[in-house]
């Protein structure tokens, strides 16, 4: 009786402009229900919410969620559209993108201003059971310094693990997009920054409703990190199988059927450059790579690269796509790639790297000017001089978009 009154309540205060039933759902044949822990069905449905705050510029609301321990959770979430940010009541449908935090992070009201002001239904939901000016909720169900909970994962309800409630929760914050009369269903994007691009990873393999996905540092093959590596001593040879196949976007993204953009930086702490460069080849469908020399790791770092609304105009409103540079072709004294570009490349240049011993923050890079003939579509450079491990082109094109080539690596040689 309590739980239909609390569901009663959360819809007494939705509001008027979302629809009564979902208008997609997500299609999970391609997965084997075994490897699914998630009832993609009922996550399809627009969640139970209220308003925190209904008459702001940048809204704020709190939505029910999947249980923890046998009870339901609440998750705080901002919200915004260009029609809210300004003021004014046009009728006009958006493109609509959800915005997932790292760790350290919350509901970023600032990045849901951003995307709104770029024409934008955007959504950011906190991952941390935290809900306005970071008081904790009622039920906030586990955070994010439960990522791993060692000492259960072999026993344990997998059902309680954080990734398993951070990805409903995100799913969740579309599924409430989708169903707002002011958002285009067919034009939803995702992007996430670290630990939330991680979960990016996750959700564009899984939720095909999203048009497109940016995750940003994020990636899969969490037992070979130099961040987090470490931690998977502490799990049993069991739990570690069991965590990498539930939790790790390495067991989901070659089931990805929607464009994604990687952005990462070369020295970045938590990200290596062997695990991000084969999370990249699994991936079977359309893909771009943004791999930027010393890129900083952090929020605002991570929501800055304007390839990523460059990349998602280009598929949800037909704008010009990102250029494209395919793998590198390495020889005595040529190194050169292939590349596709709408708007001519202003720029290239090769980056190498022959350091297998220092951690992939303090690995030493050099940079050589490279050549880009626009005739034959081509970047190139002399080769230098010793052998390199690791190695990429990165690109600008004259509207400062910048893209790389897939990362180099001799795997044979990687210590």
Request: glycine residues 6%.
């Amino acid at each position: 009786m309590i739980r239909i009154v609390l569901i009663l309540v959360f819809f007494c205060f939705a509001s008027n402009s979302v629809n009564s039933q979902n208008r997609t759902s997500i299609d999970g044949s391609r997965f084997k229900q075994t490897d699914l822990l998630w009832d993609l069905k009922a996550l399809s449905e627009a969640p139970p919410f209220r308003w925190v705050d209904s008459t702001s510029t940048v809204r704020s609301l709190v939505y029910e969620s999947v249980p923890f321990e046998g009870k339901p959770t609440q998750v705080f979430a901002y919200y915004s559209n260009p029609d809210l940010l300004q003021g004014r009541r046009t009728g006009k449908n958006f493109p609509g993108v959800v915005l997932i935090h790292g760790g350290g992070g919350t509901a970023f009201k600032e990045w849901v201003e951003k995307w709104a002001a770029d024409g934008y239904a955007a959504i950011a939901m906190d991952l941390n059971g935290k809900g306005e000016n970071g008081k904790s909720l009622d039920n906030p169900g586990p955070v994010m310094d439960q990522k791993f909970r060692f000492t259960n994962i072999d026993t344990g309800n997998m059902k309680d693990m954080w990734t398993y409630h951070a990805v409903a929760r995100v799913i969740q914050a579309h599924s409430f997009l989708l169903n707002r009369t002011e958002v285009n269903s067919a034009k939803t994007c995702l992007t996430g920054i670290s630990w939330g691009g991680y979960l990016t990873c996750l959700v564009a393999s899984i939720d095909d409703r999203f048009q497109a996905a940016a995750p940003v540092y994020g990636c899969g093959f969490y037992d070979e990190s130099d961040a987090f590596g470490k931690e998977f001593l502490k799990m049993t040879p069991a739990g570690r199988d069991k965590w990498m196949k539930y939790f790790d976007p390495s067991s989901y993204l070659p089931f990805a059927v929607r464009p994604l953009l990687f952005v990462n930086g070369n020295v970045d702490f938590f990200y290596n450059v062997v695990p991000y460069s084969k999370c990249y080849e699994l991936v079977n469908c359309e893909k771009r790579i943004s791999f930027r020399p010393n890129m900083k790791h952090g929020h605002v770092a991570g929501w800055q690269p304007v390839e990523i609304r460059y990349f998602f105009e280009s598929i949800i409103n037909e704008g010009v796509p990102l250029p494209e540079i395919e793998p590198i072709n390495k020889n005595d004294s040529t190194i050169e790639a292939k590349f596709a570009a709408t708007v001519g490349l202003r720029s290239a240049s090769f980056y190498f790297s022959s350091d297998t011993i220092s951690t992939n923050e303090k690995r030493v890079w050099s940079e050589v000017k490279a050549k880009v003939d626009p005739i034959n579509k081509k970047i190139s450079c002399k080769s230098p001089v010793g052998n390199f491990k690791y190695a990429f082109f990165y690109a600008t094109d004259h509207r400062e978009v910048s893209v790389s080539s897939p990362i180099f690596i001799q795997y044979s040689q990687v210590h």
